[in-house]
């Protein structure tokens, strides 16, 4: 196990306007790492953000992947365990980021298609293993399979005190063409509900699981590997949203998970990280079901990333500032890097499949 501190990444992103939006220039990228934003109680002040990377309407989806994404999906293949959520109000371009469209692939299916492409490279035993879940009013519910409106599954702890879901499902895969077809069915039994914001408004937390074992450099270790890639549900306050009572309850519970990872963030760096895990019980993890999730993507055993989504405009600015004030507390966690190992054993060895010609059968590079 190796370990030596790691800080969250924070990017921002803004997205272009729409057609049907008003354009004006409240917000914009300054260099690379800084916002500049017009102060929404005095429009006659500028408001700067720095970030580790900020991006404007014009930066494509290659621009984010390349070189930010792809060496943490990298990491995966030693062990590591990385996790990478975008935040942000409806309609800011979350889902855009992290899954994208057929014209515009997001990260997860160009995490996929690097996991893929790099399998014999990187010593991937096939089958990998994906999980597809979102936590809705506060349970979880599996996207593997058919919707059901029981109580959710539950949040346990594995040996190596990494948050898990039991009872997921578990997909094998061997291809992209596989993961595509599982994660298109599964995609469309995320709970959305039409908003004012939004027509397809998402109002949960979706998280996509992955698990890759690896052989690592001596021969009877195998890396265990883990990507999460979470796209939350919008973080906008519930008064703008005009909702029925039954989205209100559920805005009060998105509010709710996001307000405790707001404060899980804020105890992280208030000096409570650390690499103890009896230092860790003080940060109230377990507030929430999102931050129990969580919990070794902040100041755990992971590397991650926030990406925050912003949309431009006058009608956002208020939301848009609470959204940067809440990433700025975020960029000053510090994460420690640790490798999941075991020793091989024989039903690793015969279950490698090759991937070889994926790259240019799909264009990848
Ligand atoms: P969210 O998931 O945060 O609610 P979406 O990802 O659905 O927001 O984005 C809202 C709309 O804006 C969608 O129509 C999406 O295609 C568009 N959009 C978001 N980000 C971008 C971008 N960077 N470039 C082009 N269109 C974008
Ligand atoms: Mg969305």
Known sequence: MTSHPNKVQVLCRIRPFLKDETVDNTISTEGDK??????????????????????????????????????????????QSSTIFCYGVTGAGKTFTIQGDDLHLGIIPRAMMQIFANGNARNIIYPIKMSYYEVFKENVYDLLRERDSGPGLPIREDSNRRTFVAGLKEELLTSFEEFKKVFNTAAKRRRTASTRLNANSSRSHAVLMI???????????????????????????N????????????????????????????????????????????????????????????????????????????????????????????????????????????ADSNSRKRSADFASNNGYN
Do not use: W
């Not at 909702?243 to 404060?263: C, D, H, P, W, Y």
């Open 239 to 346: 008064r703008k949203t005009d909702n029925n009572r039954e989205r209100m309850k559920e805005s009060t519970a998105i509010n709710q998970s996001l307000f405790v990872l707001g404060k899980v963030i804020e105890a992280l760096n208030s000096g409570a990280v650390s690499f103890s895990y009896f230092v860790k019980s003080r940060i109230p993890y377990r507030d929430s079901k999102m931050t129990r999730i969580l919990q070794d993507s902040l100041g755990g055993g992971s590397k991650s990333m926030m990406i925050v989504n912003i949309a431009p405009g006058e009608s956002f600015l208020q939301d848009t500032q609470k959204t940067l004030n809440y990433a700025t507390k975020a960029r000053e966690v510090v994460n420690k890097d640790r490798v999941f190992e075991r020793v091989m054993h024989s």
């Open 211 to 237: 698990k890759i074992c690896s052989k690592g450099n001596s021969d009877n270790i195998i890396y265990e590997g883990q990507l999460n890639l979470i796209d939350l549900a919008g973080s906008e306050d």
């Open 34 to 79: 800084t916002i500049k934003v017009q102060n929404h109680r005095d429009p006659t002040k500028e408001l700067h953000y720095t970030f580790d990377a900020c991006f404007d309407s014009k930066a494509s989806q290659k621009n984010v992947y390349f070189p930010y994404v792809k060496n943490l999906v990298d990491s995966v293949f030693e062990g």
